[in-house]
């Protein structure tokens, strides 16, 4: 299947990808597999959401979660079900949790060797496609979230991948690889929601790539059909694994199967818009890039502490800007003088970084996942930037020698964190979770925290009717989390069970307002009645905090 048009094809675009590319693209997806590999996070809390897979673990069938990440639980399943072919078996939870990451390991490093091929195919220079992306793949949010079991790598692999087979679909003018484009798209939306913010970039290059192929106007009939099989490729696909979850949940409802669609319950504790969040951009790209202040809690803190974190941040802030405004001054001086590859690439990144961009602003500018592909657009038009021939002066010397030799040594000093956090021992944490589970019945039901003990309990060992997670509640139903607990608490005890509260009570009142209450809307006294009504029975440790598993006492009426 493939579309009209004049066939008037530009004299400087390639037809295809060299072998000495598909080499190189092979080389760098090797080295980098084994890189992330070897370096394998222990800390199974370095990066948030790792610790899901556990559940997988727990459950060994396919079941789905929220829009956020949807298919999560599908990909590691048939992941863990790939390894075991060649012998890789899990005999616990951690060592699950250590094969999964082998999955975002290869996903990230096949993600770097799609970037390098757009990077050549767009610019022609295997030493500036070979620094980019290994700036990229060094950079914080990507060397963590690789060397990790989080659900967003392999959504990025699936956008990227996307891209690539619409670019060659269009060289091949091939209708077939603009809607296989499509599904890969939706495929990367239910694998991680925020993914498909790349798609726009897709119909822009089809857009310019059709502008440059044909002389024929951008509304023609015939470049309007691309766009439209792109875009049915993306929401047949979109649909069709929705309504595959519904099936497999019994949701069936046509209203709520609609409903669930749209649905993203963080939203009323997470998205919006504000001077806060345009003001902390900055710091979430530096802070994403180069290790500098990796606690951050906001500027008001950030300069009220360790002056030398705030030092190295504010050079690094000062030389990583200055850098993109001179690679977007030479771009702007030399646009007339673009090669079509170059120009092409130039339109496509540079809407692709507008629009993935809208996730970290709307929703948290320091969240490493929203960061993964921002991340590598910015690479990608940094190394168009790169190949414009330089003038003789020092600005040139700059942008094209000393500041790229800095960002990649900034970018190596993520080693040591990295590999701090393939030696932690989590073991602890295991057993005290394994513990609590010795202590609760099937029938019993605990209600958590997002601390360590409870987080791993709950994945690994509770049923899943029976843990309730009272701030991700809180985080869906603000105090409406409050009247869901009472009711689970009232049918448990009514059953015969006995109700569990594991670390939830321990926070005190600095804890609580530090999330709970501003994002959540609830107050701390509505747990205060279960407090009053309830004693410790065993204690556990997470780091210098305290975590209690204390049994309510029936019953418990109000």
């Not at 170059?342 to 990144?349: D, E, H, I, P, V």
């Not at 609590?436 to 019945?441: C, E, L, N, R």
């Not at 843990?467 to 509640?473: H, L, P, R, S, Y």
């Not at 608490?489 to 109700?499: D, I, K």
Request: proline share 5%.
């Amino acid at each position: 299947m493939q579309f009209g048009g004049h066939s008037r094809r530009h004299k400087f675009l390639r037809p295809s990808f060299h072998a000495r590319e598909v080499s190189g693209a092979g080389a760098i997806f090797a080295g980098f597999a084994v890189l992330y590999a070897l370096l394998r996070s222990g800390d199974i809390f370095a990066t948030d959401g790792a610790h899901r897979c556990l559940e997988i673990f727990h459950r060994q069938t396919i079941f789905f979660h929220e829009n956020n990440h949807l298919i999560y639980p599908v990909n590691v399943l048939a992941w863990a079900r790939l390894a075991a072919v060649f012998g890789l078996r899990a005999g616990g939870p951690f060592e699950f949790y250590r094969i999964t990451e082998l999955m975002n390991c290869v996903a990230a490093a096949a993600s770097l060797a799609i970037v390098f091929l757009l990077i050549q195919w767009t610019i022609s220079s295997w030493r500036i496609a070979l620094g980019a992306v290994m700036a990229l793949g060094l950079s914080r949010a990507f060397f963590s979230q690789a060397t990790n079991a989080n659900e967003a790598v392999v959504g990025l692999f699936w956008s990227l991948l996307a891209i690539l087979v619409l670019l060659l679909g269009l060289h091949a003018r091939s209708r077939w690889l603009a809607f296989v484009s499509g599904l890969l798209f939706a495929l990367s939306m239910v694998s991680y929601e925020s993914m498909v913010f790349l798609a726009p970039a897709g119909l822009v290059l089809i857009w310019q790539f059709w502008k440059q192929e044909n002389r024929e106007s951008p509304a023609s009939r015939p470049l309007l059909l691309l766009e439209g099989i792109f875009l049915f490729g993306c929401g047949v696909a979109w649909l069709g694994i929705h309504a595959w979850a519904d099936w497999m949940t019994g949701n069936t409802r046509p209203m709520e199967m609609a409903r669930q669609l749209f649905l993203v319950r963080d939203a009323r504790s997470y998205l919006g818009v504000g001077p806060a969040k345009a003001l902390n951009l900055p710091a979430g790209v530096i802070r994403n890039i180069f290790p500098v202040l990796t606690q951050f809690e906001g500027f008001r803190r950030a300069f009220s502490g360790p002056r030398d974190s705030l030092l190295a941040f504010l050079l690094a802030s000062a030389l990583f800007f200055a850098f993109l405004i001179f690679c977007g001054m030479r771009v702007w001086n030399h646009r007339k003088e673009l090669s079509a590859p170059m120009n092409l690439g130039l339109w496509t990144g540079a809407a692709g970084l507008l629009c993935t961009l809208v996730p970290p602003i709307i929703w948290d500018p320091q969240y490493e996942k929203l960061w993964l592909q921002p991340l590598a657009l910015l690479a990608f038009l940094i190394a168009i930037a790169l190949k414009i021939p330089a003038e003789i002066n020092w600005q040139s010397t700059f942008i094209c020698r000393a500041a790229p030799a800095l960002i990649l040594l900034g970018v190596l000093l993520n080693f040591p964190p990295v590999a701090s956090a393939h030696r932690a021992d989590v073991s602890e944490f295991f057993r005290q979770a394994r513990d609590v589970s010795g202590k609760v019945g099937a029938e019993d039901l605990v209600v958590g925290d997002w601390d360590r003990v409870a987080m791993l309990y709950g994945d690994a060992w509770a049923p899943p009717d029976r843990i309730m997670d009272f701030v991700t509640q809180g985080v869906y139903y603000g105090r409406g989390a409050t009247d869901r607990l009472r009711q689970r608490v009232a049918e448990t005890q009514l059953s015969g069970g006995h109700v569990y509260f594991l670390g939830l009570l321990d926070l005190g009142e600095t804890e609580w307002n530090a999330f709970i209450g501003p994002r959540c809307g609830i107050p701390m006294s509505d747990l205060e009645p279960y407090r009053e009504h309830s004693h410790v029975i065993a204690t556990y440790r997470d780091g210098s905090a305290t975590i209690s598993l204390r049994e309510l006492d029936p019953p418990l009426t109000q």
